[in-house]
């Protein structure tokens, strides 16, 4: 059983799209985040849900937004894309509550390879 | 400002012993992960440290020292398939999690 799935596994688009990444965990996890890794192979934290609650918005334009329908579920939706948009994304979720205990490991999605052209 | 450390690449041979170092400047400090990626894949967890000292697990061991904002990750009797990206994160007193860029390690026979 897979524990943390995305859909789809490589997007190819061209400039200006509209485009979804889909993301399920199925570890009743409480907290769910999207990164972005680059080129250089840097892991960029862009946000963390929840309880349904967005607690992290690095420095993202927000041509991204989160959308997460129940604890299960957080997906990416990014507008009007952009060349410097490829990279791979990666959904991860860890048992983190607001209010106590952690920090607690993540546990990463297979990624998304988005190129835009 | 925040600022994790570590070498952009390292080699060591098949069989032998490699140390991965992680030097960090945070606001705060609620513990450090070490992750493993292999090229195309995603990271995988290894080792949580919060307090000082070493935790060992298998071939693998981590050390963390609180004092000196210093981690380092031990490998021991390499194989190949242990080439890969190992990076270094760390947990802010707001229990975000701020990462290093990664050190890649290739191992040759």
């Known amino acids: 059983d897979t524990a943390v799935s995305q859909t789809p596994k490589?997007?190819?688009?061209?400039?200006?799209?509209?485009?979804?990444?889909?993301?399920?965990q199925n570890l009743g996890h409480d907290t769910m985040y999207w990164y972005k890794q680059d080129s250089k192979k840097f892991l960029k934290i862009m946000f963390s849900y929840n309880n349904k609650e967005l607690?992290?918005?690095?420095?993202?334009?927000?041509?991204?937004?989160p959308?997460?329908?129940?604890k299960?579920?957080?997906?990416?939706?990014?507008?009007?894309?952009?060349?410097?948009?490829?990279?791979?994304?990666?959904c991860a979720s860890s048992q983190d509550k607001e209010g106590g205990g952690g920090p607690y490991e993540q546990y990463f999605g297979p990624g998304t390879r988005l190129t835009v052209t | 400002g925040q600022n994790i450390d570590q070498p952009t690449e390292m080699t060591a041979t098949e069989g032998?012993?490699?140390?991965?170092?992680c030097t960090y400047q945070?606001?705060?400090?609620?513990?450090?992960?070490?992750?493993?990626?292999?090229?195309?894949?995603?990271?995988?967890?290894?080792?949580?440290?919060?307090?000082?000292?070493?935790?060992?697990?298998g071939r693998f061991s981590s050390f963390l020292s609180r004092s000196k904002g210093y981690s380092y990750l031990l490998l021991k009797e390499l194989q190949m398939k242990d080439s890969a990206?190992?990076?270094?994160?760390?947990?802010?007193?707001?229990?975000?999690?701020?990462?290093?860029?990664?050190?890649?390690?290739?191992?040759?026979?």
């Not at chain 1, 959308?67 to 129940?70: L, T």
């Not at chain 1, 948009?85 to 990666?90: I, N, Q």
């Not at chain 2, 990076?87 to 290093?100: F, P």
């Open chain 1, 67 to 70: 959308k997460s329908p129940d």
């Open chain 1, 72 to 90: 299960a579920h957080l997906n990416l939706h990014i507008n009007s894309l952009e060349l410097g948009d490829s990279a791979v994304y990666f």
């Open chain 1, 10 to 24: 490589y997007l190819v688009t061209q400039m200006g799209n509209d485009k979804s990444i889909k993301c399920e």
């Open chain 1, 55 to 65: 607690i992290i918005n690095e420095t993202v334009p927000n041509r991204f937004s």
């Open chain 2, 16 to 21: 032998a012993i490699v140390q991965i170092n």
């Open chain 2, 26 to 57: 945070t606001s705060g400090f609620n513990g450090l992960f070490w992750y493993q990626q292999h090229a195309g894949e995603a990271p995988t967890f290894l080792s949580y440290n919060v307090l000082d000292g070493l935790e060992e697990k």
């Open chain 2, 85 to 109: 990206s190992y990076l270094c994160a760390v947990s802010d007193s707001n229990y975000q999690l701020i990462w290093g860029a990664g050190t890649k390690l290739i191992i040759k026979p």
